[in-house]
T-cell receptor, first 116, second 112 residues
């Protein structure tokens, strides 16, 4: 049973436009959400996170939105750049400050391609 | 620079053999994790450790074991390798809650 789902296997956008990557979750115990970016033959690198007490977190070109009632989060990249082309993973954990720390449940990933 | 390193980066082994994947971090992080990545599943947690002598099972721990004898290392052992364990393995570490989890570059394991 996939508790974190990224239903779009791939996304293609033009340079300078907005990229929106979506993620849905089913476990209401999740209270901390993260986005990781992964290039081929490299490990995932942390992008941005959000706690369930917030509905938005922004870091430069990256913004994550959380809709708890819909159990949905999204990552917005504005403006998109060719260097953003990578696989993006959504991840979630419960009780982030306690016993579930680091026990991440990942989505399947979305391949983002940004065309020049 | 402090870092997290995995070895070997690539390995081919035969069914039934014991295999150990090494993970070494120089950040002095208490928390270390092993994940595997497979198509259609994202990354799944195998084992994790919150400190020396502490080890815990994750979501897909069957057929794997870990030991934590010091802060820097968390080796992952496949007791008797199976073809279903062909995967990419990622080690990760973190100083603790509220902090970023850092991943190694991955170990590609093929069991034939």
């Amino acid at each position: 049973d996939q508790q974190v789902k990224q239903n779009s296997p791939s996304l293609s956008v033009q340079e300078g436009r907005i990229s929106i990557l979506n993620c849905d979750y089913t476990n209401s115990m999740f209270d901390y959400f993260l986005w990781y970016k992964k290039y081929p033959a490299e490990g995932p690198t942390f992008l941005i996170s959000i706690s369930s007490i917030k509905d938005k977190n922004e870091d430069g070109r990256f913004t994550v939105f959380l809709n708890k009632s819909a159990k949905h989060l999204s990552l917005h990249i504005v403006p998109s750049q060719p260097g953003d082309s990578a696989v993006y993973f959504c991840a979630a954990s419960g009780n982030a400050g306690g016993t579930s720390y680091g026990k991440l449940t990942f989505g399947q990933g979305t391949i983002l391609t940004v065309h020049p | 620079d402090a870092e997290i390193t995995q070895s070997p980066r690539h390995k081919i082994t035969e069914t039934g053999r014991q295999v150990t994947l090494a993970c070494h971090q120089t950040w002095n992080h208490n928390n270390m994790f092993w994940y595997r990545q497979d198509l259609g599943h994202g990354l799944r947690l195998i084992h994790y450790s919150y400190g020396v002598q502490d080890t815990n099972k994750g979501e897909v721990s069957d057929g794997y074991s870990v030991s934590r004898s010091n802060t820097e290392d968390l080796p992952l052992t496949l007791e008797s390798a199976a073809s279903s364990q062909t995967s990419v393995y990622f080690c990760a570490s973190s100083p603790g809650p509220g902090n970023t989890i850092y991943f190694g570059e991955g170990s590609w394991l093929t069991v034939v």
